[in-house]
């Protein structure tokens, strides 16, 4: 068995859920269709949803089991801005730049990982690494006893 089969292997013992906040991505749409098929990851989508289905379409990609959520719809859009204007308000957030910037997919997701929603987002194929880590750095942080960072997209190391 190969490395990934048994990456694989270990992924299907305990499903987790993971957030792909770049689902306007082809690669992305490809990747959830495997992910699926092979059946080792829940996978949430954020984004338009019309225009996630239409792009899967052009591939014939099967995403009928991922979950798409649209920032602005979302049921947690108010809680998720009142969240991450409690997180930072000692740095100078506002309710007004939470609501805005929880509209932002990568924000969206991570608090969904921070709220327990989610076990783990996976970012980078479309944002820059400073887009994807800034929002993990200012709601999931490091682990207490760290001044660095050991795990940014998972609750997992988080809690250790």
Do not use: W
């Not at 993971?18 to 306007?24: F, G, K, M, R, S």
């Not at 699926?36 to 089991?65: Q, S």
């Amino acid at each position: 068995m190969s490395f990934i089969e048994e990456i694989k292997a270990r992924a299907k013992t305990s499903i987790k859920t993971i957030v792909l906040p770049e689902a306007n991505d082809i690669r992305i749409l490809e990747a959830t269709n495997i992910v699926l098929n092979e059946g080792y990851a829940k996978i949430i989508l954020v984004g338009n949803k019309e225009e996630i289905l239409n792009l899967a379409k052009t591939k014939n990609l099967n995403l009928t089991n991922a979950e798409i959520i649209e920032p602005k719809s979302s049921l947690e859009y108010e809680e998720f801005s009142n969240k991450l204007y409690e997180l930072r308000k000692e740095k100078g957030m506002t309710i007004e730049k939470a609501k805005e910037l929880v509209l932002d997919p990568v924000y969206f997701g991570m608090m969904m990982v921070k709220c327990e929603k989610a076990d783990g987002l996976v970012s980078g194929a479309a944002h820059s690494t400073a887009d994807t880590l800034r929002p993990a750095l200012q709601i999931l942080k490091t682990a207490p006893r760290y001044k660095t960072c050991i795990c940014l997209f998972c609750n997992v190391c988080s809690r250790l």
